[in-house]
């Protein structure tokens, strides 16, 4: 698997034809048997409370408008959340800390993401993953990490001409991020730059931020709180050139 781009077979047209084709390209990719089978599963068998819920059960696409100009990644489809639902941070605890934080500080319409067809609007902000499908115990490998970079790197590629400011959750998805950063034009520093909260680096005009991801371990032990979770967001929208709410 390492090495493989399942991007390939899309040639140069998915730069030309935008996010909604990427999007949708994503949606039907199966290149980690590990993962494939595993959303699958999932999706058949369900949880008892999501019984009469038709499962989404394939890679979960990143959300947020083509002209984002703020982008947040960070290791997001769950088994019951993206993996039920379809969309980035949705269904989940996770996404309901995010999600919350980005209306707190102006940047989603609501504070709540329940399912695809809610009515939640971001402005300005795009979510993605560095790993599209749920993995087991929310553990992908780095075999399927680096196999499902070439999306990334594509989503960034077509980002950037609005692309300000990045926030990336968690240190698996910092170790994921930088090298996508490379592959899509950015120059970013050797030794790379390490993982903390609350770091910050300019690549190339691009102001990279680190957060602790949103993940109920950090959530419910205090690790992350919902206040510094909302001073990285305003602090990255600010960098980014949005308006943000909350002083």
């Known amino acids: ?131 599209h499908c749920a993995p087991p115990a929310n553990k992908p490998t780095p075999e399927e990490r680096d196999a499902c970079r070439p999306w990334l790197v594509q989503e960034l590629r077509l980002l950037r001409p609005t692309l300000r400011a990045v926030v990336v959750l968690g240190a698996f998805g910092w170790q994921a991020a930088l090298p996508a950063f490379t592959e899509a034009g950015w120059s970013v520093p050797r030794p790379r730059p390490a993982f903390a909260h609350g770091a910050r680096f300019e690549l190339d005009g691009l102001d990279l931020f680190g957060c602790f991801h949103v993940s109920q371990r950090n959530t419910f032990t205090g690790r992350l709180t919902p206040v510094m979770l909302r001073d990285v967001l305003r602090t990255a929208a600010r960098a980014a050139g949005l308006p943000v709410a909350g002083g």
């Open 1 to 131: 698997m390492r090495g493989a781009d399942p991007t390939a077979a899309y040639g140069g047209a998915m730069d030309a034809s935008g996010l909604p084709l990427l999007d949708q390209r994503i949606s039907d990719c199966r290149a980690c048997p590990r993962l494939v089978s595993w959303r699958e599963e999932v999706a058949r068998e369900k949880r008892a409370a999501y019984a009469d819920w038709t499962y989404w059960g394939r890679p979960v696409p990143g959300f947020g408008p083509a002209d984002a100009r703020l982008l947040i990644v960070g290791l997001a489809p769950a088994a019951h959340g993206g993996n039920r639902t379809g969309r980035m941070f949705t269904g989940d605890r996770s996404g309901d800390v995010l999600y919350e934080a980005l209306y707190d500080v102006g940047l989603a319409s609501q504070p709540t993401a329940v399912h695809a067809d809610d009515g939640l609007e971001l402005y300005g902000v795009r979510v993605t993953s560095p790993v």
